[in-house]
T-cell receptor, first 113, second 112 residues
């Protein structure tokens, strides 16, 4: 089955630690995205990538980093510089074609303890 | 910076009611507007509206794009408890899959 897989579903981080959230897609999509969702709010773009080895900052990139070494993978690292990382993180991918919708993973809920 | 604003932020209705959700946008070189439904975790796609397709309908849901007013509405008729969700609006710029900007979302609760 084609789709996007995020792991883990739940993640607990101690203050001062870096953690990496995984996102893998087998849809052969060129573009991939990371969004953050806080309770009762919409999605805010963290980073996005249009092709392998290239990515751009979104609106709230501070304290986060990404890599895109393979087309199917777009991991997100939440660094200790992110002051309020507790949130729900969604990964999405999108085909290059005109007027195509994004497909989302099931999300990772990150909690700082 | 592209901007998408949705209203209301939350809404509680009774089953059978009709609701209208609003989305307004400011985006450089608009290409398309998309509506998603988020019930628990992953948003799922509902509609895409473009210059060549300004009205879409699927069952009890319908959506219209007003390019002059830079806005869109999502209508749900005869609401059911299964319609309870966060409804997200997103806009896509002309140049393919660059920054897709989402709105704040509208949380809809349908009570029996």
């Amino acid at each position: 089955d084609g789709g996007i897989t995020q792991s883990p579903k739940y993640l607990f981080r101690k203050e001062g630690q870096n953690v990496t959230l995984s996102c893998e897609q087998n849809l052969n999509h060129d573009a991939m995205y990371w969004y953050r969702q806080d309770p009762g709010q919409g999605l805010r773009l963290i980073y996005y990538s249009q092709i392998v080895n290239d990515f751009q900052k979104g609106d709230i990139a501070e304290g986060y980093s990404v890599s895109r070494e393979k087309k199917e993978s777009f991991p997100l690292t939440v660094t200790s510089a992110q002051k309020n990382p507790t949130a729900f993180y969604l990964c999405a991918s999108k085909d290059r074609g005109v007027n195509t919708e994004a497909f989302f993973g099931q999300g990772t809920r990150l909690t700082v303890v | 910076e592209d901007k998408v604003v949705q209203s209301p932020l939350s809404l509680v209705v009774h089953e059978g009611d009709t609701v209208t959700l609003n989305c307004s946008y400011e985006v450089t070189n608009f290409r398309s507007l998309l509506w998603y439904k988020q019930e628990k975790k992953a948003p799922t796609f509902l509609f895409m509206l473009t210059s060549s397709g300004i009205e879409k309908k699927s069952g009890r849901l319908s959506s219209i794009l007003d390019k002059k007013e830079l806005s869109s509405i999502l209508n749900i008729t005869a609401t059911q408890t299964g319609d309870s969700a966060i409804y997200l609006c997103a806009v896509e710029p002309l140049r393919g899959y660059q920054k897709v900007t989402f709105g704040t979302g509208t949380k809809l609760q349908v009570i029996p």
